[in-house]
């Protein structure tokens, strides 16, 4: 597959299919790639891999969660090839492996969304940042159970992702009020709790999300009110920010800009959220703190998809 | 001095009495600090006892000693209380040349040895300026203290029993009484110990240290090595695993297998005296302990089949292995990580010596950043010096400041690098003392610091404070400021009663101050120190 049909596979995806994330979508195009690849060796195979992924990274989908994706992929790619001889069985074992992948990824925002709507009670107020489909498919399951809650979601400039959410949630039938990215500070005492996705969890157990977010903990933690962040294990990232300045360039802008002009007088997509400012982590892993050591959840995660077992035994076993 | 007597005096006595004696004296600072006196003084009676207890073991180690042996001890003991006089170790030397005729080579070479270490270190105290009344008075103080500790062992004789009975307690008093001078020496040097750190006194090694003249049969690159140790000429965890590993080479270089002796069994015996004896002249640091443990795990893994000089070679592979992986090839690893967050621009403070973090900032500087580093030292070693000249000879801009300058640069400083002794399981840092304030300084203005170790520096151990486990450094040191001609208002803390330096070497930071740990594995949160430790033992197992 050349560059031109690795971008447009991939943008397919993500056009059709609301509910997949970059991330996963960036792990089917890879699989993508290994089905129609001619290649013959496994060195081959991974420059293809390299390259499509590269391309994905120069499309103006955030790069944090394509970035984080194709790593465990990548990875897991390098671990199949050392169990089989023939090229052609390699192959097929990374084929199958990456199916079982998907499946587990695709499971894992239902069990962030069993674990995470148990914190909505009855007569909560949550604030919520930018668009998140966890964040959204756990508010969903929160109204079904039939619970009354209302949302407050920010505009989330320079997109205004902020409204889409809040049109999701009103056709659901949640009350939501849509205010002001500059409103955080206002709307702040009367929450009960933040709610946010994120584009990417580095090893420090920060998080990489919309621009707006760290805002938001830093008054969340002032107001002492607790900040939940609902993100997937696929998200976790081999990075370790000592703050904002320290975010690769590839993350805080788009591939477009980056290009192009003198990137100070360009506004930032991301920031950097430190671990002290998150109250929880949700994930399919299970409820983290943000001290927790995340690495070695990574090394779970791989255990779990080598040993071909739940993930739950491994964390069991584990501990 | 008479305040001293009467104390002594007052030993049997009960504490109503002393307090109500102290009622009525005087002495305002007496009642200042009416508790430590008390403290001070059923600490020597406990300690007493404890030296009775002590030498009752001596005597049954010493009648399984042969007699050559115990002669040898005593002639050591003399040898000792000549120290500091050079004319009476030369009339000795005459003296003993017929009973060295009579010991074995091995031995010889062992005393000759100790004779150099002993007349280095008269010429270190003749060094160190003493008037003359100094020395003449601390000859006196090891006459007595030998006095006292025959004295002790012939009491410790008679009764059979070694507890600590009244009638025992009397006997002790009445020793006290008749060697009135000995316990007063004995007490200014209980009265200079902080007694929140008393426990740490005990692994202090003293210059004039008399358990290290017991040991024998020790390899001269170990004695050599102690010396180092001793003097803090070998300084910094990374160099003094090195020097250990290079001595530990050349062990294992001049071994002989004494016949129906397996080579790995008998060099590991051969390794716990040698390492008692290191124990003994400064406690080891956790890269050591961990090094050593690595070489005793491989060691044992050596098919026993091979002949010696094939065991020889995988032994010394095995060190050279681990000296590479473990520890250059890791501060290659770290060097890389760290360079990818230093950019230009940066403003770097690192604290006191380290050729880890030496390592980085050249490494840096090689790759053309611009940034400059303030180096920030404390008395009273003053490592950063030598930081400093390093640094400098490489090219990179420096400033130098003290510790108590750290808040007032803080501000114009972008990272915070700092190096470690260990790393403890739950995340503290222990590093040499001042690092937790650098820390605590930088926390509070918000610049991410940086702590560089490898993984053979981390540690299974626990630690919230640097009271529980620490190291003990000269507290003659505090009173020596260099550089100036004066003596220090303080170099007479000995005669005053109510001063007591204290010299810690360590402290522990908490891993709220420490943004990240680099490991040549990854940049990882304080806390991942278990994980780390849980990975390695998977590795080795």
């Keep these: 597959m050349d560059g031109a049909k690795v971008r447009e596979f991939f943008c397919?995806?993500?056009?059709e299919d609301e509910d997949v994330s970059v991330g996963v979508a960036a792990i089917r195009t890879l699989m993508e790639i290994i089905k129609h690849s001619k290649s013959e060796t496994v060195q081959e195979l991974e420059t293809n891999?390299?390259?499509g992924i590269n391309v994905m990274k120069n499309t103006d989908y955030p790069v944090a969660a394509i970035n984080s994706g194709c790593e465990l992929f990548l990875r897991f790619i390098t671990l199949a090839a050392l169990d089989t001889r023939c090229f052609s069985d390699c192959k097929k074992i990374m084929l199958d492996r990456g199916h079982l992948f998907i499946k587990k990824l695709d499971e894992a925002r239902g069990k962030i969304v069993r674990l995470a709507s148990k914190f909505i009670e009855d007569g909560s107020k949550v604030l919520t940042h930018s668009r998140s489909r966890v964040v959204l498919q756990t508010l969903r399951k929160a109204h079904k159970q039939n619970k009354r809650f209302e949302v407050f979601v920010t505009i989330s400039a320079p997109d205004n992702s902020g409204k889409q959410m809040c049109k999701e949630l009103q056709a659901e039938g949640i009350p939501c009020t849509l205010i002001l990215d500059s409103a955080v500070g206002y709307i702040m005492e009367q929450v009960h709790f933040i709610m946010v996705g994120a584009e990417g969890v580095v090893e420090s157990g920060g998080i990489v999300n919309k621009v707006g977010s760290y805002t938001m903990a830093v008054c969340a933690k002032e107001m002492k009110k607790p900040f939940y962040v609902l993100t997937e294990s696929f998200k976790f990232s081999r990075l370790f920010p000592l703050g904002q300045q320290d975010l690769p360039e590839e993350y805080k802008f788009k591939s477009s800009v980056r290009k192009s002009s003198d990137l100070k007088k360009v506004h930032p997509l991301v920031d950097y959220t430190p671990p002290a400012y998150i109250t929880l982590l949700f994930t399919d892993l299970g409820i983290l703190t943000p001290s927790a050591p995340l690495s070695t959840y990574k090394n779970i995660i791989w255990k779990s998809i080598m040993n071909m077992t739940p993930i739950q035994d491994v964390l069991i076993m584990d501990h | 001095m008479d305040k001293m007597k009467s104390k002594a005096s007052t030993d049997g006595?009960?504490?109503?009495?002393?307090?109500?004696?102290?009622?009525?004296s005087k002495d305002s600072q007496d009642d200042v600090k009416p508790i430590s006196n008390e403290v001070s003084c059923e600490d020597n009676k406990n300690e007493l006892v404890d030296e009775k207890n002590d030498s009752t073991k001596n005597d049954a180690t010493a009648q399984k000693l042969s007699e050559k042996e115990l002669r040898r001890l005593e002639w050591e003991k003399k040898l000792q209380s000549q120290k500091g006089d050079k004319e009476v170790t030369t009339i000795s030397n005459t003296k003993t040349t017929q009973q060295q005729k009579q010991l074995s080579e091995k031995e010889l070479r062992k005393l000759e040895w100790e004779k150099k270490l002993q007349?280095?270190?008269?010429?270190?105290?003749?060094?160190?300026?003493?008037?003359?009344?100094e020395l003449k008075a601390k000859r006196r103080e090891q006459q007595e203290a030998q006095r006292q500790a025959k004295l002790a062992a012939e009491k410790a004789k008679k009764p059979p029993s070694t507890t600590p009975?009244?009638?025992?307690?009397k006997e002790v008093s009445k020793v006290e009484k008749k060697t009135v001078p000995k316990k007063e020496t004995k007490k200014i040097i209980d009265l200079h110990r902080v007694q929140l750190v008393q426990h740490l006194y005990a692994e202090m090694p003293q210059k004039q240290d008399s358990k290290l003249l017991v040991y024998n049969n020790i390899h001269p690159a170990f004695v050599k090595l102690g010396s180092q140790y001793l003097n803090k000429t070998i300084l910094g965890s990374n160099a003094r695993t090195l020097a250990l590993m290079a001595a530990l080479k050349r062990l294992i270089y001049d071994i002989q297998t004494p016949p129906k002796q397996e080579l790995c069994r008998y060099l590991e015996n051969v390794l716990q005296t040698c390492t008692n004896f290191l124990q003994n002249c400064r406690p080891f640091a956790v890269s050591m302990v961990n090094a050593l443990r690595n070489f005793k795990l491989h060691s044992t893994q050596i098919d026993t089949n091979l002949i010696d000089s094939e065991k020889k070679a995988r032994l010394q592979d095995i060190i050279d292995v681990y000296i590479n992986d473990d520890i250059y090839k890791a501060g290659d690893a770290i060097s890389l990580k760290v360079n990818e967050k230093i950019s230009d621009g940066d403003v770097i403070l690192i604290y006191g010596c380290s050729s880890l973090l030496k390592k980085i900032l050249v490494d840096a500087h090689k790759?053309?950043?611009?940034?400059?580093v303030i180096v920030a030292d404390c008395r009273p070693l003053l490592e950063g010096k030598e930081m400093l000249r390093r640094l400098v000879v490489a090219g990179i801009k420096c400033t130098y400041i003290f510790l108590n300058g750290a808040s007032y640069v803080m501000n114009s400083v972008t990272?915070?690098?700092?190096?470690?002794?260990?790393?403890?399981?739950?995340?503290?840092?222990?590093?040499?003392?001042?690092?937790?304030?650098?820390?605590?300084?930088?926390?509070?203005y918000n610049k991410p610091v940086l702590v560089c170790c490898e993984t053979y520096k981390f540690s299974e151990r626990v630690q919230t404070d640097s009271f529980v486990y620490n190291e003990i450094g000269d507290p003659d040191l505090l009173s020596k400021t260099p550089g100036t001609e004066d003596p220090s208002p303080l170099s007479k803390w000995k005669e005053n009663n109510k001063l007591t330096p204290l010299n810690l070497l360590y402290d522990v930071t908490p891993p709220d101050f420490v943004t990240a740990v680099v490991t040549e594995i990854a940049i990882l949160p304080c806390t991942s120190v278990p994980v780390v430790l849980r990975i390695n033992a998977i590795d080795t197992t």
Excluded: C, P, W
Excluded at chain 1, 12 to 15: L, M, P, T
Excluded at chain 2, 425 to 437: D, F, H, K, L
């Design chain 1, 12 to 15: 397919k995806i993500i056009r």
């Design chain 1, 49 to 51: 891999l390299k390259d």
């Design chain 2, 13 to 24: 006595s009960t504490k109503k009495e002393k307090k109500n004696k102290r009622k009525q």
């Design chain 2, 119 to 133: 007349e280095q270190k008269a010429g270190d105290t003749a060094n160190s300026a003493l008037s003359k009344a």
């Design chain 2, 165 to 169: 009975t009244k009638d025992t307690a």
């Design chain 2, 367 to 372: 790759d053309g950043k611009k940034f400059k």
């Design chain 2, 415 to 444: 990272k915070v690098l700092l190096g470690a002794h260990a790393l403890l399981t739950n995340g503290y840092v222990m590093s040499r003392i001042g690092t937790a304030q650098i820390a605590l300084v930088a926390k509070a």
